[in-house]
Structure formats: C-alpha cells, structure tokens
C-alpha cells in the first residue's frame, strides 16, 4: 500500500523501481511468512489430530474398562442381593424361630407357675389336713379320758353301792339307769358330732372331701364300726331282787 502510494504521487523512474522492488519483497516476504505459518499451523492441526486420536483411543479404553468394571459391578451386586436375599430369609427364619422359643417358654413358666401353686396348695392341704388329724386326735384323746373317767365314776358307784346294804331294785331306778345312759350316749354322740364337723371343716379348707364315720371310716381313716343309738339294757330278764351292775351288763349287751 506505501508502495502504491509513492508510485501514485511521483514519476520518478527511480523511486518507481524502489516502490516496485519494496513492493515484490513485501510480497515475497508475506509469502513467506504466509508458508511459515501454514506449515505451523498445518502442524498443529496434526498434532491435534494426533492427540485427538490418542485420547479417543484413551477414551475408548477408559470405556470399555468402565463397561467391563460396570459388568464386574452388576455382578457383585447380583450376587450381594442374593447373599442379602438368603440373609433376610435366615433372619426371618430366626425371628420365627425366636418367637416359637419365646412362647414355648412362656408356655412352660406358666406351667412351672401352675405346678409350684398346685405343690403349694398340696403341701397346705397335707398340713391342714395333718392339722386336723392332730386336732381329731387329741379331741379323741380327751374323749377318752373323759369315757375313762366315766368308767372309774361308774366303777366307783358301783363299789359304793356293793359297799352300802343292798337294796332291792325298782323300776324307778331302773328307769333312771336308763336314762342316765341315755344321757351319756347323748353327750358322747354330740362331741362325736363336734370332732366330725370340726374335722369336716378343716378337710374343706384344705379344698378335700372328708368322709363321714356313718359311711363306713372313722376320723383316722380307719374302718369304723357301724352306730348303734338304740343299745337298750333288757333289764326285764332280770329279777327283781337282784342288784344290778348297769356298766357290766351293756358290756354283756355289748
């Protein structure tokens, strides 16, 4: 463009050639550079290109190397869920499990609990009922010193009867004989009655049945003897003038 200029302002021949030669260098010198940097940047473009194809490559080995890592991981994670899989399902085995054994034992500490107070209660009713037998025993006890007593009054009335004149029995002594008899037979069968309701009573609490001396047992468990209230001295068989010992002749009867 100087070029061009000068060439448009002068007409000198001389200045024309400079101009023109200023001019060809100018355009050699821009051809040059214009080759010098095609030649750059055609080799930047291959070392681009170069690059570009080496980290393709790169990328594509990174991808298949993800792929086959994201294949290993479907994998082991496959196999984790069906290790998780069989691991609930021993768990949920266990739980059951679990819960059977706890209601067995639940089961067997009532049972335990049903069983202590069922010994409990049998001890308290062996007590109750060695109670009542002690009870019974001593109520037969004073029964029997109360009958041994009655005895030795009897054997000393009749001792003080044999010692006094004897006299002549009458009906009326008779009859108070009797009825003093049937007064004793009264008293014993009443405190009879007292020891077998007592016994009774305590056999109750102890949640048993007692059983009753008219059935066949007395209050130790024994046979008894069947009652006979109507035990009468025939004193009608007798004479008149003879003196009669009342305890002797019901143990005769007897």
């Known amino acids: 463009m100087l070029c061009a200029a000068v060439a448009a302002l002068t007409d000198d021949p001389r200045l024309l050639r ?7 260098l100018a355009a050699l010198a821009a051809a040059v550079l214009l ?34 890592e994201s294949e ?21 085995a266990g739980a059951a499990e679990l819960r059977r054994v706890r209601a067995e034992t639940v ?3 009532g049972e335990v609990d049903r069983l202590s107070v069922d010994h409990v209660a049998a001890l ?20 029997a010193a109360v009958a041994a007593e ?13 010692a006094e004149p004897r006299v002549m029995p009458t ?15 009264k008293r014993g069968a009443e405190q009879a009655e007292h020891v077998e309701r007592v016994a009774r009573v305590e056999l109750r609490k102890a949640g048993e049945v007692s059983v009753d001396a008219s059935e066949g047992f007395d209050y130790f468990g024994e046979p008894a003897p069947a009652r006979d209230h109507d035990e009468v001295v025939d004193l009608t068989a007798h004479d008149e003038t003879e003196t009669l010992n009342v305890v002797s002749l019901r143990r005769e009867h007897a």
């Open 18 to 24: 400079v101009a023109v030669g200023c001019a060809a």
């Open 35 to 68: 080759r010098v940097r095609d030649r750059a940047a055609a080799y930047e473009l291959e070392t681009e290109q170069a690059a570009r194809s080496r980290s393709e490559s790169t990328s594509a080995q990174r991808i298949s190397g993800l792929e086959a």
């Open 72 to 92: 290993v991981a479907e994998a082991t994670r496959g196999r984790l869920e069906r290790q998780l899989a069989r691991q609930r399902d021993e768990l949920a």
């Open 107 to 109: 089961k067997l500490r």
């Open 124 to 143: 308290q009713g062996r007590a109750e009922e060695a109670a009542a037998r002690r009870a019974a025993e001593a109520e037969a006890e004073r029964l």
């Open 150 to 162: 009655a005895v030795e009054a009897a054997e000393a009335a009749r001792a003080a009867v044999a």
């Open 171 to 185: 009906p009326e002594l008779y009859l108070r004989a009797y009825n003093a008899l049937r007064a004793l037979e």
